[in-house]
C-alpha cells in the first residue's frame, strides 16, 4: 500500500508542547525569502519543504588593467567580496506536536512572499489542512503519495553522494554507503508505511505499483498494540530488540529436533511465527518476546514478497522506506536479513539516508516544476544538515538531546550541472576517497583530531581576511562553535553525511565558513603568493630552457612537486615556511631523493620520448609556486610537444587552492611574459575550464559538465591529478581510461607513516591502463 | 494421475493373492510396476530394486514376489508435524480364516481398537467421512482409516503402543514429518519401536498422486470453487487432475511450504513462509483466548475482518485507481488496531477473523508470485489448515482469480492433511 501512515489518532500520548520556543537561528533559516511550500504529513512527523534564497559573500577577483596602468599598483588583480543570491532547499522534519507552533512561526517570519499554494502529502494532509490554510493563508493542494515518494527519491538519488546504504548491525561500522551509480535506473521501492508497496522505477517519470501487501507497519503496530498494550510504534520496536523470538516461534528444530538437512533449511529457521503460541500456556509469554516474533514475522513477509517481485521483474537494486524503517535500526536490520536469507545474498537491501524526507522532497518538486529543478545539480549542504541519526539512544548519548526535536537538509543549488568525467574506467565502481574513515577506526580518529588541533588557525585566518569588518571576529567565532560541534557529531555518528572521508570533513569546513561569510579567507595570501610567483617565472623557464632534455624533463617534474609542497591547508607546511617568498629552488630541499615512495618516472620518461599525446588534462592544486613556477613550466613543455592542454581548476575558493578566475588572471600575464603560453590560448590549444567543485579534494564523478564535454571533444588521452588532496586523499586509487599521472608531495606525518613513507615523500604514479599501449593486446590469440 | 500412461498391461495385476476379488482398477499402484528407466534410475539403490526387476519375468514369478515383499500387517503411515500428528492405517477386509486363525492377539486388537472407535483419548480423531473403502493395496482389499492427534500428545500414544506390544508384531513404522526425526528416540525408548523415517515433501507428493488416483466414487478428491469472485454464485465443483503437471502444490500445516511439480519424481521446493496455519492459531489464542483450531474458526465465522483491518477505502474513500487498486482491498491488516478507540471496540470474533483473513491472503501473495516466477497455472493447496476451513479456501480462490485476472485456479483436494502419512504408507508397501 501507499504510505498510508496510520495515523495515530492519539496525538495526546505525545506531549502536546505548544510553549516550544523555535531557535530561530538553526531551524526554518532564510524563511523571509521563502517562496514554495510544501508539507507532507506523516503519522507521526511533519516534513516541510522550502524554497529560498541565500544571500552570501563570494570572493571575485577581477584583473587590473594592466596596458593602461602597469605601474599603478603593484598588485596582481583586485579582490572584492560581492553578495551573490544562490537557490537552497530547506528541509525540516519535526514531530506532529509541533505542527501549530510552526506553522505559527513560519507565518510571523514570511514576509514578502508571493506564493499562494502549499502543496500537501501524506496521510495527515488530509487532518491538517483546515489548519495549515487558516494558519498560513495558503491553499493546500494536494499531491499523490507515490508519485511524490518516487521524485524524491530520484532526486537524492541523483544528487547526494552517499545517499544510499547497506546495513550491517554487526560490521564494525553499520551504514555501508554505496558509490553513486550515474544510471539510477531500473530501481524497485519497497515503501512500508501501514502497507507496504512495492514499485517498479524505470525512469523519472516512469513508475509503476507492481504490487504490495497488508502486512506492514501497520499490522506491526496494530497487532504489536494489541498483544503488548503498549501504544507507541517507537516503544514496540524497543520492546522487540530486547525480545526473544524463539519462545513465540515454532523453529525447525522444534519439529525436527535439529535441521532439515535435505533442503538446507537450518533448526533456527522460523517454521511457523506464533507457532508456540498456540500450544502452550498463554501466560508464558513476554511483551519483548511477542514484539521480537511479530518483527520478524513481518520483516521476513515483507522481504520474501520484495525477492519475489525483484526476481520476477529482474530487478537488483532494493530501496527500502517507509516509516516502519525510517533509520529504525532493528527493523533495517530484519530487513537486510531476510532478504539475504531468500536471495542467497544476490540482492542487497538498500536504505536511503533522506529516506524520511522523500515525499516532501516530490511535493516540492512537483510544486516547483516550471523552475524544472532537475535540470540544477544540487549539493547538501553538511553546514545547513543534521544528517542521519542512530535512533537506538543507547548507541549514541548525543542523539537523546536532539530527539523529539528538529531534523534538517538543505541543499545548495549548484552553479553548474555536474557529471561523470567520461574518462572512468568503471563509473558505477569509482570511488573518489582512498580511506574511508566510517570504517577506519584509527584513521577516523586522527584525522578528527586533525581537523579539531587546526580549527584556531584556520578562524585566525578567517578573521585576517577581513580585516575591515568589525564583526568578522564575531562571525568566525560562531564558525568555530558549529565546524567544532559537527566535528562531536562526527565523532559519535561517522555516518551522518555518508562516509566519513578527508574530503567531507574538508568541505563540511567549507561549507561551515560559507555560512558565516567567510567566501575566501586565502584570498590575499593567494593574490601575495601568486604576485611572487609571478616575478620568478620567467627565469625559472630561462633556467629550464638551459637544461638538456632529459634533465629539463626531470626538472620540471621536481618543479611540480616543490611547488606543490606551498600548501596553507597541510600543517607541516605552514609550520615550516609561513612566509614561502622563496624561490622556488629554494624550497626543493624538501624533497627526498629518488626512488620516491612511488615512483614511476622512469616509465613516464619513456613514454616522454615517444609521441606526443593529445590532449592533456590537468586538475590543478595551489596558488603562487605551485601553478605558477611548478605546473605552468610543465604545461609550457606540453604545448610544446603538440599536446592541447586543458586546465582544470576549482569553480570555487577552498583552501589556496586556485580558482578559475584567478586562474583567468594569471595565464593572462603569464601570456604576456610567453610567447609559447601566448600562442597555444591564442590557438586554443590552451584552455581553462572550470571543475564544478569548491573543495580540495576532487570528486570525478561530479564535475562540470562543460569539463566533461571539452575532455570527450579534445579526446583527452592523459590526466594529471596534483597535490595531497586531489591525487592522495582522493583519486589514489581511481582507475581512469587512458593514461594518467598523479603527482603529490605527502605534507602529513601520519598519512607519510600509513603510506609507509616518511614526511615530504614524493608520490609519483604514472599509469598507463592494461591493454592500452601495446596494440597485439588486441589480436587474441587461441586458447 | 500418477500412471498417466505408463502403466503396464492389467493382467499383470491380476496375479493377486486374493482372486476373489476383481482388480479394482488400473489405479491402484503408483509407481510399484512401471519399470520406466527413468524412475529407476531415480530410485535409490535399495532392498526393493532386484524386486522390481524381476517383475519383468513370468507372471508366476511376479505373483510370488508381491508376495514376498508384501510387509506383515498392520499397515501404517505416519505424518509427524509441528502440531498434529496424521496416521493412515489399512485396515484389511478379506482376511481369509487360515490367516484369521494365525493372527496374533495384538494385530487384532489393535485393529479393532482402531476400527471400533471414532476417537481415541481425548485428542485423538478418525475421520470417518474420509475413510476410503474398498480399496486394493499391495493385493490387498481393505479401508483405509484416516487419523489425526495432537503432536503434543504423542507421550499419550506410544504409552498406548508400548501397552498394546505394538512392538511384537516386528513391524516397520513408516514416518515421516519432523518429528519422525524428533521423536525417533522417544519411538524407540518408550515403546521399543524402529522408525523408518522419509522425507515429508517426497511423501507429500507421493501421497497427493495416490490418492487422486484411487479415488474414483463418492465425492471427488479434487475440486475448486467456481465463480470465486461472486460469493452468491460461488459454489464448489469436482475437478479432473488428468494432466497435472506442472502443479504448485502449497501445504499449509503450521508452516507453509510452496513446491512446484514437474512429474512424480521431479519437483522442487520454491519457498515457504512462517505465516502459516501455526500462526494462525498462536495469534488467535493470544488475542482472543481460545485454545483449538475449531474454535478460532468458529470466532472467524462469526467476526467482521474489516473493523480491524485498514481498507484502501478507509485512506482514499474510495478506489485508488492511480494503481488500480480498489476499495475494499485491505491497505493494512490489523492497520485499524494503531488506534486505542478501535482496539477497544472490535470483538474476539473481529479479530479471529481478521488473522484468518491476514494469513490467508498472504499465502495467496506468496503464491501467486511463485505461481508466476515458475509460470505454473494450477495450484493445488493442500494441508489440515484447509480443514473444515471453507472460509480459507474460498479467500485463497477469490484471490487467485482476481488478482491473475482469471489466470490461476484455486485447486483443493478432500484429503488435505494426510497426504504425508498416504506417502509414508506407500513408502512401506512399495519403498521406492
Known amino acids: ?783 | 494421475m500418477a500412471f498417466n500412461g505408463h502403466q503396464r498391461d492389467d493382467d499383470t495385476v491380476d496375479e493377486d493373492e486374493t482372486p476373489t476379488k476383481q482388480p479394482r482398477s488400473n489405479k491402484e499402484m503408483p509407481g510399484y510396476f512401471r519399470s520406466e528407466p527413468g524412475s529407476e534410475a531415480a530410485a535409490p539403490a535399495g532392498r526393493a530394486t532386484p524386486d522390481r526387476r524381476s517383475s519383468n519375468a513370468t507372471a508366476r514369478h511376479r505373483s510370488d514376489s508381491v508376495k514376498k515383499t508384501r510387509p506383515p500387517f498392520p499397515w501404517f503411515g505416519m505424518d509427524i508435524g509441528g502440531t498434529l500428528v496424521k496416521l493412515v492405517y489399512f485396515e484389511p477386509k478379506d482376511i481369509t480364516a487360515e490367516e484369521e486363525q494365525e493372527e496374533v492377539e495384538n494385530l487384532k486388537s489393535i485393529r479393532r481398537y482402531l476400527t471400533s472407535n471414532t476417537a481415541y483419548g481425548k485428542t485423538g480423531i478418525r475421520d470417518v467421512h474420509l475413510q476410503l473403502q474398498d480399496l486394493t493395496l499391495c493385493g490387498r482389499t481393505g479401508n483405509l482409516h484416516f487419523i489425526r492427534f495432537p503432536t503434543h500428545d504423542l507421550p499419550a500414544f506410544l504409552q498406548m503402543g508400548r501397552n498394546k506390544h505394538f512392538s511384537s508384531l516386528h513391524t516397520t513404522l513408516c514416518a515421516t514429518g519432523g518429528g519422525a526425526y524428533k521423536f525417533e528416540s522417544d519411538f524407540r525408548t518408550m515403546a521399543d519401536l524402529q522408525l523408518h523415517k522419509l522425507d515429508e515433501l517426497d511423501c507429500l507428493i507421493r501421497g497427493v498422486l495416490y490418492i487422486d488416483s484411487v479415488v474414483s466414487s463418492g465425492p471427488s478428491e479434487c475440486y475448486y470453487f467456481e465463480n470465486p469472485t461472486e460469493p452468491d454464485r460461488c459454489v464448489q465443483k469436482p475437478y479432473t487432475l488428468e494432466n497435472p503437471y506442472p502443479l504448485l502444490l502449497v501445504n499449509i500445516g503450521s508452516g507453509v511450504s510452496i513446491l512446484a511439480v514437474y512429474s512424480e519424481n521431479n519437483y522442487k521446493r520454491v519457498t515457504g513462509t512462517s505465516l502459516g496455519g501455526g500462526t494462525f492459531l498462536g495469534l488467535c489464542c493470544l488475542l482472543t483466548g481460545c485454545s483449538t483450531f475449531e474454535e478460532a474458526l468458529e470466532m472467524a465465522s462469526l467476526g467482521e475482518s474489516t473493523r480491524v483491518d485498514k481498507l484502501v477505502r478507509d485512506i482514499y474513500g474510495g478506489d485508488y485507481e492511480r494503481f488500480g487498486l480498489p476499495g475494499w482491498a485491505v491497505a493494512s491488516s490489523f492497520g485499524n488496531m494503531m488506534s486505542k478507540e478501535k482496539r477497544e471496540s472490535v470483538s474476539k470474533e473481529d479479530l479471529a477473523r481478521a488473522t484468518l483473513v491476514t494469513i490467508t491472503n498472504n499465502i495467496g501473495s506468496i503464491t501467486r508470485m511463485c505461481a508466476l516466477n515458475e509460470n505454473i497455472e494450477r495450484v493445488v493447496f493442500v494441508g489440515n489448515f484447509l480443514r473444515v476451513n471453507t472460509l480459507s479456501m474460498k479467500l485463497l480462490a477469490y484471490a487467485m482469480d482476481y488478482w491473475s485476472k482469471g489466470q490461476l485456479k484455486a485447486l483443493f483436494l478432500r484429503h488435505e492433511g494426510y497426504f504425508g502419512a498416504v506417502g509414508a504408507l506407500l513408502e512401506l508397501l512399495h519403498p521406492s
Request: net charge negative.
Open chain 1, 1 to 783: 500500500m501507499a504510505e498510508c501512515s496510520g495515523i495515530d489518532s492519539n496525538p495526546s500520548s505525545h506531549t502536546m508542547d505548544k510553549s516550544i520556543t523555535l531557535p530561530p537561528d538553526e531551524i526554518f533559516r532564510n524563511l523571509e525569502n521563502a517562496k514554495r511550500f510544501a508539507i507532507d504529513i506523516g503519522g507521526s512527523l511533519t516534513k516541510l519543504a522550502y524554497y529560498s534564497t541565500v544571500q552570501h559573500k563570494v570572493a571575485k577577483v577581477r584583473s587590473f588593467d594592466h596596458t593602461a596602468k602597469e605601474a599603478a599598483s603593484d598588485k596582481l588583480y583586485e579582490i572584492s567580496v560581492q553578495e551573490e543570491v544562490t537557490a537552497r532547499l530547506h528541509f525540516i522534519k519535526f514531530e506532529n506536536a509541533y505542527i501549530e507552533t510552526c506553522l505559527d512561526f513560519i507565518k510571523d517570519h514570511l514576509v514578502n512572499t508571493e506564493t499562494k499554494v502549499i502543496k500537501a502529502t501524506g496521510g495527515g494532509a488530509h487532518k491538517f489542512k483546515e489548519l495549515i490554510e487558516r494558519k498560513l493563508g495558503l491553499k493546500v493542494d494536494k499531491e499523490d503519495e507515490m508519485t511524490c515518494l518516487i521524485k524524491g527519491c530520484n532526486f537524492v538519488l541523483k544528487n547526494i553522494p552517499h545517499e544510499a546504504f547497506v546495513y550491517a548491525k554487526h560490521a564494525d561500522s553499520e551504514f555501508r554507503f554505496q558509490t553513486t551509480n550515474p544510471d539510477i535506473f531500473p530501481y524497485l521501492l519497497v515503501n512500508i508505511g501501514s502497507g507496504v508497496s512495492i514499485v517498479k522505477v524505470e525512469a523519472e517519470d516512469k513508475f509503476e505499483r507492481i504490487g504490495g501487501s497488508s502486512i506492514g507497519g501497520g499490522t506491526f503496530w496494530g497487532l504489536g498494540a494489541l498483544l503488548t498494550k503498549t501504544k507507541r510504534f517507537d516503544e514496540l520496536l524497543q520492546l522487540a530488540s530486547k525480545g526473544q523470538h524463539t519462545n513465540v516461534d515454532m523453529l525447525v528444530k522444534d519439529i525436527y529436533g535439529g535441521s532439515y538437512g535435505c533442503l538446507g533449511l537450518t533448526g533456527d529457521l522460523i517454521a511457523s511465527s506464533f507457532g508456540k503460541s498456540a500450544t502452550a500456556d498463554k501466560g508464558d509469554f513476554s511483551k519483548e518476546d511477542m514484539a521480537k516474533s511479530l518483527l520478524h514475522m513481518i520483516s521476513n513477509d515483507i522481504g520474501q514478497l520484495a525477492c519475489l517481485y525483484a526476481k520476477l521483474h529482474n530487478l537488483s537494486r532494493v530501496y527500502f522506506g517507509g516509516f516502519f524503517i525510517r533509520g529504525h535500526p532493528v527493523t533495517m536490520h530484519t530487513i537486510t536479513y531476510s532478504i539475504n536469507f531468500f536471495t542467497k545474498g544476490e540482492v542487497q537491501a538498500l536504505f536511503l539516508r533522506h529516506e524520511g524526507y522523500l515525499g516532501a522532497i516530490g511535493a516540492f518538486l512537483k510544486g516547483a516544476e516550471e523552475d524544472n529543478p532537475n535540470q540544477y545539480s544540487w549539493g547538501e549542504n553538511y553546514a545547513g544538515s543534521s544528517g542521519l541519526m542512530s535512533v537506538s539512544p543507547d548507541m549514541n548519548p548525543m542523539q537523546r538531546a536532539r530527539s523529539g526535536t528538529f531534523d534538517m537538509l538543505e541543499m545548495d543549488r549548484l552553479e553548474r550541472q555536474l557529471v561523470n568525467l567520461p574518462l572512468l574506467q568503471d563509473p558505477s565502481s569509482y570511488i573518489p576517497d582512498t580511506v574511508d574513515l566510517t570504517e577506519d577506526a584509527l584513521a577516523r580518529e586522527y584525522w578528527l583530531y586533525c581537523f579539531e588541533e587546526a580549527l584556531d588557525g584556520v578562524v585566525k585566518r578567517a578573521v585576517a581576511s577581513q580585516p575591515d569588518m568589525l564583526e568578522a571576529a564575531l562571525r568566525a567565532e560562531k564558525f568555530r562553535q558549529k565546524y567544532r560541534h559537527k566535528l562531536q557529531t562526527l565523532r559519535h555518528q561517522p555516518f551522518a553525511y555518508g562516509s566519513l572521508t578527508v574530503r567531507s570533513l574538508l568541505d563540511t569546513r567549507e561549507h561551515c565558513l560559507n555560512e558565516f561569510n567567510f567566501p575566501d579567507p586565502y584570498s590575499k595570501i593567494k593574490q601575495r603568493e601568486n604576485d611572487v610567483a609571478l616575478k620568478y617565472y620567467q627565469k625559472a623557464v630561462k633556467s629550464l630552457e638551459e637544461l638538456s632534455w632529459e634533465e629539463r624533463q626531470f626538472a620540471l617534474v621536481r618543479g611540480v612537486l616543490a611547488g606543490n609542497v606551498f600548501d596553507w591547508g597541510a600543517k607541516a607546511v605552514s609550520d615550516k615556511c609561513l612566509i614561502p617568498l622563496c624561490a622556488q629552488t629554494d624550497c626543493v630541499v624538501f624533497l627526498s631523493e629518488r626512488p620516491w615512495l612511488v615512483d614511476s618516472y622512469n616509465q613516464w620518461l619513456e613514454r616522454m620520448k615517444g609521441p606526443p599525446h593529445k590532449c592533456a588534462l590537468f586538475f590543478v592544486d595551489n596558488s603562487g609556486v605551485d601553478i605558477i613556477l611548478g605546473v605552468m613550466p610543465f604545461v609550457r613543455e606540453l604545448l610544446s610537444r603538440g599536446t592541447e592542454v586543458v586546465l582544470a581548476s576549482n569553480s570555487g575558493p577552498a583552501l589556496n587552492d586556485v580558482t578559475n578566475g584567478e586562474l583567468q588572471i594569471l595565464t593572462e600575464r603569464i601570456a604576456a611574459m610567453d610567447p609559447v603560453i601566448q600562442a597555444g590560448l591564442r590557438d586554443d590549444r590552451l584552455m581553462l575550464v572550470q571543475s564544478g567543485s569548491s573543495s580540495p579534494c576532487l570528486d570525478l564523478s561530479r564535475l562540470d559538465k562543460v569539463l566533461a564535454m571539452v575532455v570527450r571533444e579534445r579526446q583527452t588521452d592523459l590526466v594529471i591529478i596534483e597535490g595531497m588532496g586531489r591525487a592522495i586523499h582522493t583519486n589514489y586509487y581511481a582507475m581512469l581510461s587512458c593514461e594518467s599521472l598523479k603527482m603529490a608531495v605527502i605534507k602529513n606525518s601520519w598519512l607519510a607513516d600509513r603510506l609507509g613513507g616518511k614526511l615530504f615523500s614524493v608520490v609519483f604514479k604514472y599509469e598507463v591502463p592494461a591493454g592500452k599501449p601495446s596494440q597485439d593486446c588486441e589480436t587474441s590469440t587461441p586458447s
